[in-house]
Every structure is written in C-alpha cells, then in structure tokens.
C-alpha cells in the first residue's frame, strides 16, 4: 500500500468518536518526535513552518515551503500532509508537482485571501482542478474559512463544503468551528471532517471533538507555538 493509500485509510475511522489525530511539525526534528511518539502520520502548519523559517504566518515564498515540507517528508517513513496555504498562485497542475515533488501525500487548501471569503463557485472549480491533476496521488483538504472571516451561520459553512465535496475533496475544515455548532456540521457535511483543537489543554479533548463529530483534529501552529514557549522558559532559566 502507498503512503497515499495509508493516509486515505486512517481517515476511515472503525469507531465513531475516536478522530485520526496529526500532530503538525514545523521541521525533521519536530517531525521525527511526533513520528517516534506514535502518530500514523502528519500535518505541517503553514504558520508554524513559517515561523520556524523567520516569516510572518502568510509570507513564506512558495520555493522555502516546499522545501521544508520535502525535509520533514525525508525526516519520517509516516505520511505527511501539508498545508499550502491559497495555492501560492501556482496553476493546480504545477501545484500538484510540487506536492509530489516533496513528497507530500496531502494538501491543505484555503478558501479566504486577506481575510476575505473566495467565490465559493470559482474555488470549487479550482479545486476540481487540483483534483483532476493530482487523480488519486493526494488527499485534499479543502479549508472553509467562514467563521474564521466573521460569517457564523453553520449553514453558510456546509453550503461551501458541499460544493468543495463535489468538486473532489476528499476532506472539509470548517477552520475556527465553535464545538456547539460542529454536530450540525457533522449532519450536513458529507465525507470526512477536520476539526482544529487546542494544543494549550483548553478546550475539548480529541476525543470530545471526535464525539462532537470530527473524523480528524490537528492543532494548527499550536504545537509549534507551545514549544517555543518552553524554550523561552529554558532560555530565560539560563540567564539566572
């Protein structure tokens, strides 16, 4: 079975309530200890790898993205999936060569620039565009970013996920989702769900938002951010 393969199946989860969990490196070293603490696989965070790379969240030139997706890709033998913010304005054939060429076995896709929504239409055509040119070789998780712009009526956020569904995304995430809303979410979306959590401890568990309704949960650059955390306490400590 391909890493594709593998990846594709994790999201087939046997029992209700227990979501596939993906851990985001934001480089090897972080890859290899989300790899060797168990996880089947990963999901690197824009934001997180562009502040490991000296960028605000947003400005990581596409060539230095793909590049450290390929080093975390060469750091574990698990799948990774990646995050490629908008696309990098690159036309979705030459988008899905450069995610081969990392050897990414997913993409995460947003459907807001600047913080403003896309035309849901034309991003579904885009999407059905990525879709053809990847065929079955990547996993795409088309983001929907209406509560992250303001728009807090569910039914907007499954109306855009329909569309994304039937344009050929194999995923949806209903990116900044309240837990309330996320078992009407779960009625009306077809396919499987990603849901974001909390890498702090605040919040519900994986495991309540798998019962909420999420197929899968990652932390965005939670996990990144938290680090940095400790490392500023150990580098403060040094001082003393």
Same mark, same amino acid.
């Given at each position: 079975m391909s890493q594709v393969e593998v990846f594709r199946s994790l999201h087939r989860?046997?029992?209700?309530?227990?979501?596939l969990v993906l851990?985001?490196?934001? /480089?090897?070293?972080? @890859?290899?200890?989300?790899? =060797?603490?168990?996880?089947?696989?990963?999901?690197?965070?824009? @934001?997180g790898v562009a502040a490991s790379l000296g960028y605000a969240d947003g400005e990581v030139p596409a060539d230095e993205m793909f590049a450290a997706v390929a080093r975390v890709v060469r750091a574990v033998?698990?799948?990774?999936?990646? /995050?490629? =913010?908008?696309?990098?304005?690159?036309?979705?054939? =030459?988008?899905?060569?450069r995610l081969l060429e990392a050897g990414a076995v997913g993409c995460n896709l947003e459907d807001s620039e600047g913080g403003v929504l896309k035309d849901p239409r034309a991003h579904a055509d885009?999407?059905?565009?990525?879709?053809?040119? @990847?065929? /079955?070789e990547l996993f795409v998780n088309a983001r929907v970013d209406t509560f992250l712009c303001g728009v807090t009526d569910p039914e907007r956020a499954i109306e855009r996920a329909a569309l994304y569904v039937a344009a050929g995304a194999d995923c949806v995430y209903?990116?900044?989702?309240?837990p309330a809303v996320l078992p009407l979410l779960r009625s009306?979306?077809?396919?499987?769900?990603?849901v974001g959590a909390r890498a702090d401890g605040e919040g519900p568990s994986t495991a309540e938002l798998g019962g909420l309704g999420a197929t899968r949960v990652?932390?965005?650059?939670?996990?990144q951010r938290r680090a940095t955390g400790a490392l500023r306490e150990i580098a403060d400590g040094l001082s003393r």
């Open positions: 989860r046997p029992v209700p309530g227990d979501p851990p985001g490196p934001w /480089d090897a070293a972080s @890859a290899r200890v989300f790899a =060797e603490a168990g996880f089947p696989a990963l999901a690197t965070p824009s @934001a033998d698990v799948p990774v999936s990646a /995050d490629v =913010e908008g696309g990098y304005g690159l036309a979705p054939r =030459e988008l899905v060569e885009w999407l059905a565009e990525v879709r053809s040119a @990847a065929a /079955d209903p990116l900044g989702a309240p009306g979306i077809q396919g499987p769900i990603n990652t932390f965005g650059p939670g996990l």
